[in-house]
C-alpha cells in the first residue's frame, strides 16, 4: 500500500515524461497580453493573448515559471506576473504598487545581470526605463489593468520559453536555502519544500487554494521545526504531487466527483479504467451520446450481474486504482478517506452495494443512482449543502470497501421519511442495503434476493406492518378520492413505524368503515380483495401487535410499506399506485 502523495508523485512522474505535465518548476497560467520588446528594450507592441472562441474572451493558459505562494506579503513572479508587479500599475486605489513593482524589477535585475541572452538583457533594459505613467498611452488599454503578462523578443518565442531563462530559472530553484532532508515522499535526501503547493478546485474551500500539508502555528516550532521540515517532503516530490493533484480537479476533468461535501479525485494507469470509473460514481444520464453511450452500457451490464471481465476485458482486473476523498477546513483542506485498490475489486464492490440497492419494483430506470444522489434523499429540503458530512465519507467507504454500511444511514433514511412525510423508493432502498448488509457480513447465508420483492410468507412484524400500512391507505383512498388532504400516510406513519400497538387499532377501525363505503360505490369485489389482503396480513399476528419497533424493523416497515404498495396490483386507478408517486412527493 502506498500514501496519497506517493500515489499522487508517482502519477506525476508518468505523466510528465509524456509531457502530460509541466516540468518541474512550471505550472500553468492565465496569461492574458504579451508586451512584445525590441533587442534594445524599446515596446514594440502589446500582443493580446485571450481565448475568443467562446461567449467572453478568456485568459489563455499557458505553462510559465511555476508562481510564488501569496499570502500578505510581497513576492515576485519570474517573467511574468500580474499589472501591479510587471507595470506597477493597478485599477485597485492605493495598495503598495511601488513596493509590488520594486519586487519584480529586484528579482529580475538579481537573476539576469550576468546573462548574455539577447532577450533577457532586452527585458533588464525595458524595465530600467519603465515608468508607470507610460500606460496611459497607447498601445495600453484600461482593460489590462491586473491582468497577468509575459514578455517575447519580437521575432523570437516568449522570455520564458528561452533556453538561457530555463537555465537560470531552474539553477534558482536548486540554489534555495531550504534545508536537506530525507524526503517521506521519495525515501532520497534532497532540499525540503517549506510551503506546499495551493490546491484548486476542492468544493467550499479558497477560490485561490488550499495547502494539503501546512504548518503555521507556534506550536509546531517546539522542536525546531518550522513549517515544511516538520513533514520533510522535496521540493521536486511537492511540485509533483500538487501539480498532479490539480490537473485531477481542474474543471473538466473526468476524475473528480463530488460526493456530499467530499471532493473525490481517482486515477489509475490506465485512462480507459478511469473512464468506466467515473460512470460508477456519476452514471451519465440516458439522454447522453457517444462515449458516455458506452460507459451506460457497460454500467447496465454490470447492472445486470455481469463481471467487468467479460464486460471490458482489454481492461486488466488487477489495474492499480486509488480515490482520495477531500474537504475543505478553514484555509486548508482534510482529507476524508483514502483508498487504494485494484480495478477489478472496485467494480465487484459497486456491483455488491447496487445488488444490495436492488429494488422491485426498480425505483430508477437503467443504471442504479449514482452515491451524491442518494444523499440527496437525506438532505432537508433536498440541499447538497445540507448532506449530513459525516455520510458523505462514510458511504463512499463502505461502496469502495465492500464493508458494512453506517448504521447512521438507516436512522437517517428513517428521520426523512418521517420529517418529510415521503417514503419514496430511494430512501427504502438505502433502508434494505443497509440491513441486507448487515446480514451478510454476520452470517455465511446469502442475502441475494432478501427483502427485493413482496414476500407476503415474510414473518418479520415491522415488515407486516408496513404491509398492512400500506393497505389501509389504500383503502382509504379507495373509499376518499386521491383528491384527500391528508392520508394516514401524513398523519400517522411516523408514530404507525414506531409505536404500531398505540396507532394501528384506530386505522383498523376506521379502515372497516371505509370498507362499506366502497362496498356501496364501487362494489363489493374491490372492497373483497383489500379485505383479503388486510386480514392475511393480520393472521401473522394474533391479537396482540407489538408495542415497539426498534429502528432496524423501521427499516423493514418502510421496506414493507414499498414492496406492499407498488408491488401488487391495488385496484385503484393506475395514476394513484405508481413507484414514481412517491418520489415526486419527495421532490416536490
Not at 478 to 483: E, F, R, T, V, Y
Request: with cysteine.
Amino acid at each position: 500500500m502506498t500514501g496519497p502523495l506517493q500515489a499522487l508523485a508517482a502519477r506525476y512522474e508518468r505523466l510528465a515524461a509524456k509531457g502530460e505535465l509541466p516540468a518541474f518548476g512550471y505550472s500553468s497560467e492565465k496569461i492574458s497580453y504579451a508586451l512584445v520588446l525590441s533587442p534594445a528594450g524599446n515596446l514594440l507592441d502589446v500582443q493580446p493573448l485571450l481565448d475568443t472562441t467562446g461567449r467572453k474572451p478568456q485568459p489563455r493558459a499557458m505553462l510559465v515559471p511555476q508562481g510564488v505562494k501569496r499570502t500578505s506579503g510581497i513576492a515576485s513572479n519570474f517573467l511574468w506576473d500580474k499589472t501591479s508587479y510587471v507595470l506597477g500599475v493597478s485599477a485597485k486605489e492605493g495598495g503598495r504598487l511601488a513596493q509590488e513593482h520594486a519586487a519584480f524589477r529586484k528579482l529580475h535585475e538579481d537573476l539576469l545581470v550576468g546573462s548574455d541572452d539577447e532577450g533577457l538583457q532586452a527585458l533588464l533594459a525595458f524595465l530600467r526605463g519603465w515608468s508607470p505613467e507610460r500606460f496611459a498611452v497607447p498601445p495600453f488599454a484600461p482593460e489590462m489593468l491586473d491582468t497577468n503578462l509575459v514578455f517575447r523578443l519580437d521575432g523570437d518565442v516568449f522570455l520564458h520559453d528561452r533556453p538561457a531563462a530555463r537555465d537560470i530559472w531552474l539553477s534558482y530553484l536548486g540554489s534555495a536555502d531550504a534545508p536537506k532532508a530525507m524526503c517521506l515522499v521519495t525515501g532520497r535526501s534532497a532540499p525540503v519544500a517549506r510551503l506546499h503547493p495551493a490546491i484548486k478546485g476542492v468544493m467550499g474551500a479558497q477560490s485561490a487554494g488550499a495547502s494539503l500539508v501546512s504548518f503555521n502555528l507556534d506550536a509546531f516550532t517546539s522542536h525546531g521545526k518550522e513549517q515544511g521540515a516538520n513533514a520533510p517532503v522535496s521540493e521536486a516530490a511537492a511540485f509533483g504531487y500538487g501539480a498532479t493533484l490539480n490537473a485531477l480537479l481542474a474543471k473538466g476533468s473526468r476524475n473528480v466527483v463530488r460526493i456530499g461535501d467530499a471532493t473525490v479525485v481517482f486515477w489509475a494507469d490506465v485512462p480507459e479504467a478511469e473512464v468506466i470509473v467515473h460512470g460508477l460514481f456519476d452514471p451519465p444520464p440516458p439522454d447522453e451520446k457517444s462515449e458516455a453511450a458506452a460507459v451506460r452500457d457497460v454500467l447496465e451490464q454490470m447492472a445486470r450481474g455481469r463481471p467487468i471481465r467479460e464486460v471490458r476485458p482489454d481492461i486488466a482486473e488487477d489495474t492499480r486504482f486509488y480515490v482520495l476523498g477531500l474537504s475543505p477546513n478553514a484555509a486548508r483542506l482534510s482529507m476524508r478517506f483514502w483508498h487504494e485498490t485494484t480495478f477489478g475489486d472496485l467494480t465487484r464492490h459497486f456491483q455488491e452495494h447496487w445488488q444490495d440497492l436492488r429494488l422491485e419494483p426498480s425505483p430508477w430506470g437503467g443504471s442504479p443512482p449514482a452515491l451524491w444522489r442518494l444523499l440527496m434523499e437525506l438532505a432537508p429540503q433536498g440541499k447538497a449543502e445540507n448532506v449530513p458530512a459525516h455520510l458523505a465519507g462514510e458511504l463512499t467507504r463502505s461502496v469502495l470497501t465492500g464493508g458494512r454500511y453506517p448504521r447512521a444511514l438507516l436512522a437517517a433514511a428513517l428521520m426523512r421519511m418521517r420529517a418529510d412525510r415521503a417514503v419514496n423508493g430511494r430512501r427504502v432502498a438505502l433502508c434494505k442495503a443497509v440491513i441486507v448488509r448487515e446480514l451478510r457480513c454476520n452470517s455465511s447465508s446469502s442475502a441475494e434476493d432478501h427483502l427485493v420483492s413482496l414476500d407476503r410468507d415474510e414473518t418479520n412484524p415491522g415488515y407486516r406492518l408496513g404491509r398492512l400500512f400500506a393497505v389501509l391507505e389504500d383503502i382509504q383512498r379507495a373509499a376518499l378520492g386521491w383528491s384527500v388532504n391528508a392520508t394516514i400516510r401524513d398523519r400517522y406513519y411516523g408514530a404507525a413505524s414506531a409505536t404500531p400497538a398505540s396507532v394501528f387499532p384506530l386505522l383498523i377501525r376506521n379502515a372497516n368503515h371505509h370498507l362499506a363505503s366502497i362496498r356501496k360505490v364501487r362494489g363489493g369485489g374491490l372492497a373483497y380483495a383489500l379485505e383479503k389482503e388486510m386480514g392475511q396480513i393480520l393472521d401473522g399476528f394474533g391479537t396482540v401487535l407489538p408495542r415497539n419497533l426498534g429502528i432496524e424493523d423501521q427499516g423493514r416497515f418502510a421496506i414493507g410499506y414499498y414492496h406492499e404498495r407498488f408491488g401488487r396490483p391495488s385496484g385503484l386507478p393506475d395514476d394513484e399506485t405508481s413507484p414514481d408517486a412517491t418520489d415526486t412527493d419527495s421532490e416536490s
